[in-house]
């Protein structure tokens, strides 16, 4: 059920039937030529949407806009500042709490949310003694569709094969196919050490993989199984019920 789009008095006793608080994140920012600046939030708000609804949970409206820094150097990507996204994320959090609501499940989208989040649900669970989990959405998923893939480089990179897929399943009519191609970056010789670079030098279309080998039916698939994987992470006691 959706926070937004619910009565005052419908909240009011949905909050008495379940201590569960859903908070999609995402981003917007420069996703591949062929798919929408909000994809990740758009994304996220889907998924997060499909749990609620087979959980019973309390969908907040997304977040869009997150901490994407890293693709500033293409046009249109928005991005804002780690503090002061962890301190809205934080606040709508306390508010979902202050509610009643006693587990929280993040849907994170984006990479560059995922510290800030953990950080947060560490201080939220110290403080209010509360259940947080976060669903990094495209790592999430990398097991459960490693038998769909095709792409033998990059078939989880940036606005590749599998991004392109779960576009072309939740919003098909927002992918430009005509723009649909494929990059391969450079190897990096130290993988293993972290440092800030260009994203635009290493992929100058801010894609990474195959995206034209894409589909809706692998697209489906994918989300068929990360959903039901999340709800039944959400029903275990791992996560209380």
């Known amino acids: 059920m959706q926070i937004w789009l619910m009565a005052w008095p419908d909240f009011d006793e949905a909050r008495r039937r379940t201590d569960l608080g859903i908070i999609p994140t995402g981003a917007v920012e420069a996703y591949g030529p062929h798919l929408p600046l909000g994809a990740d939030a758009l994304v996220a708000e889907a998924v997060a949407r499909l749990v609620g609804e087979h959980t019973g949970g309390l969908v907040a409206p997304v977040i869009p806009v997150g901490e994407s820094r890293a693709l500033a150097e293409f046009p249109g990507t ?30 994170n989208t984006h990479a560059g949310n995922v510290p800030i989040i953990n950080d947060l649900m560490a201080e939220l669970a110290a403080d209010a003694g509360v259940r ?19 792409d033998p480089a ?30 391969n970056p450079p190897a990096d010789p130290f993988p293993e050490v972290l440092r800030p670079r260009s994203y635009r030098a290493q992929a100058p279309d801010a894609l990474v993989g195959d995206a034209r080998l894409g589909s809706r039916e ?24």
């Open 218 to 241: 692998q697209g489906g698939e994918i989300v068929r199984r990360a959903v039901a994987r999340i709800v039944a992470y959400v029903q275990s006691p791992e996560f209380g019920t």
């Open 154 to 183: 990059y078939p989880f990179g940036h606005a590749g094969e599998v991004g392109t897929s779960v576009l072309l399943y939740l919003y098909p009519d927002l992918v430009r196919a005509e723009r649909l191609s494929a990059h």
């Open 132 to 150: 947080c989990a976060q669903v990094d959405w495209w790592r999430f998923i990398q097991p459960l569709a490693a038998d769909l893939v095709r």
């Open 78 to 107: 928005l991005t804002v500042p780690a503090p002061a996204f962890r301190a809205y994320l934080g606040a709508i959090a306390r508010s979902l709490i202050g509610w009643g609501l006693r587990r929280l499940l993040f849907i």
